[in-house]
C-alpha cells in the first residue's frame, strides 16, 4: 500500500508565507512524478504546481512567480508558498504518479488535503 502524508498549510496574512510538504510511503519503486493541487469551495481541482524526478516543474499561470516546487530525499515533494492572496485559499492535495515495480505500469495516488486560508 501507498501513503501520501502532508503537513504544513494553516492560517496566513495576504502577503504572507507558508510551506506545505508530503512525503510518500510504502511499496515504491520510483515517482516520476509529485504534485500539488487544490480546490477552493464551489471550484473544481486544478494544478498548482508539480515537479518530475528530473527536475522539470511546471506551475499554474496563478503561482507563477510566488510559488516554488521542490523534491527532497526520501520521496518528499515540498511547496514553497510565498506572497499568498487571499485567492490561494483552499485544500491543497499531494499527488505523485508512482511505479510500484521496475518497469510496472503507472499509479496516480493522493493525499488527505490540507487546509490553506490566507485571510487578515
Known amino acids: 500500500q501507498v501513503q501520501l502524508v502532508e503537513s504544513g498549510g494553516g492560517l496566513a496574512q495576504p502577503g504572507g508565507s507558508l510551506r506545505l510538504s508530503c512525503v510518500a510511503s510504502g511499496s515504491i519503486f520510483s515517482i516520476p512524478s509529485m504534485g500539488w493541487y487544490r480546490q477552493a469551495p464551489g471550484k473544481q481541482r486544478e494544478l498548482v504546481a508539480l515537479?518530475?524526478?528530473?527536475?522539470?516543474s511546471t506551475y499554474a499561470d496563478s503561482v507563477k512567480g510566488r510559488f516554488s516546487i521542490s523534491r527532497g530525499n526520501d520521496n518528499m515533494v515540498s511547496l514553497q508558498m510565498s506572497s499568498l492572496k487571499p485567492e490561494d485559499t483552499a485544500v491543497y492535495y499531494c499527488?505523485?504518479?508512482?511505479?510500484?515495480?521496475?518497469?510496472?505500469?503507472?499509479?496516480?495516488?493522493w493525499g488527505q488535503g490540507t487546509q490553506v486560508t490566507v485571510s487578515s
Open positions: 515537479i518530475t524526478s528530473g527536475g522539470t
Open positions: 499527488n505523485a504518479v508512482l511505479r510500484r515495480v521496475r518497469d510496472g505500469p503507472t499509479y496516480m495516488y
